[in-house]
């Protein structure tokens, strides 16, 4: 068992050494009991990666549905909204379907579309799928983890395109609304969801993400996503050696569905500046944490010892 005051001692310790260390909360809730601390007042707070696993979420709930399924391919459904020059990428796009996706395996190199990227090149949002499709995807498809930002958008491009419905508003309707979650903003790229960032949650509706992952999509009674897909998501699918850093507390090993597999046991998603959901269901152990810290890995060092 680990408690609330043990982490904030380990804040407060850390702050000694990094005085910039910027932690909104944090929530730890073990065997059904929560703590919360709260350096900053709760607001919206932007997500960035950590929507991803609503995506992710979105898309076993679609699956279940009979809508489509793992091996369905995305090409012939976005194939009418993208114009790609780079001939050579369109045999391997052709290849996506959506566990690839999922995966992070679509052959890339590295990461596409993050927000640096799009502020230094002034990419137009509005029209970035054409960007991603035309950059240089060198690997086969399936055998290679290259993670980026491109497959949650191309995911959130095609269920628009096949069903004529905003992803964000499927996810409203089939989680938010489920979770009582009704204080969000979620901006577009031109027509679609990003997918891949731009949700802004408070964090109490954040921790009820994480414990759809924790209960295996329960949550106060109601099954809001499948056990089944729950257990996909946070299951090995695919091993990440080439980001694999042993001194990491949180060290990534594989990948699930839009979650990274970890140490003892230990499954979590992660945001750029040090959104965290983190939870270990043997231990029947959630910890979310909201932070504005650029050193990502600052964020998981008050769980040093702890986990």
């Not at 680990?2 to 702050?15: A, G, Q, T, Y």
């Not at 459904?77 to 993208?82: E, H, L």
């Not at 054409?130 to 290679?144: H, K, S």
């Amino acid at each position: 068992m680990i408690n609330i005051e043990d982490i904030k001692n380990n804040v407060d310790s850390l702050k000694q050494s990094l005085p910039r260390l910027n932690i909104d909360s944090i929530f730890l809730e073990q065997n059904g009991k929560i703590d919360e601390v709260f350096y900053n007042n709760e607001c919206l707070h932007e997500l960035r990666s950590c929507s991803k696993l609503l995506v992710a979420m979105a898309i076993g709930i679609a699956i279940d549905k009979g809508m489509f399924s793992l091996d369905t391919l995305i090409y012939p459904t976005i194939k009418n909204v993208v114009h790609i020059v780079n001939k050579e990428n369109i045999e391997k796009i052709k290849k996506w379907d959506i566990k690839t996706l999922l995966t992070h395996t679509t052959g890339y190199e590295k990461i596409i579309m993050s927000a640096k990227e799009i502020k230094e090149k002034q990419l137009d949002t509005s029209n970035i799928i054409n960007y991603a499709l035309n950059v240089d995807i060198p690997y086969e498809v399936g055998t290679r983890f290259a993670y980026n930002n491109v497959e949650p958008f191309i995911l959130s491009v095609f269920f628009q395109e096949k069903f004529g419905i905003n992803l964000s508003d499927f996810i409203n309707e089939n989680i938010f609304n489920k979770l009582d979650i009704k204080e969000y903003k979620w901006d577009n790229y031109g027509k679609y969801c990003p997918g891949c960032t731009g949700l802004f949650l408070k964090h109490t509706d954040f921790h009820k993400l994480g414990k759809l992952l924790l209960n295996n999509g329960l949550y106060n009674g109601i099954q809001v996503v499948s056990e089944r897909w729950i257990k996909e998501m946070c299951s090995m699918q695919f091993k990440t050696p080439e980001i694999y850093k042993k001194e990491r507390v949180l060290p990534k090993i594989g990948i699930g569905y839009f979650t990274f597999i970890s140490r003892d046991g230990f499954i979590f998603r992660d945001g750029s500046n040090g959104q965290n959901i983190i939870l270990n269901k043997e231990k029947n152990l959630l910890i979310t944490i909201m932070a504005t810290e650029k050193d990502m890995k600052n964020i998981t060092e008050v769980l040093r010892n702890l986990i």
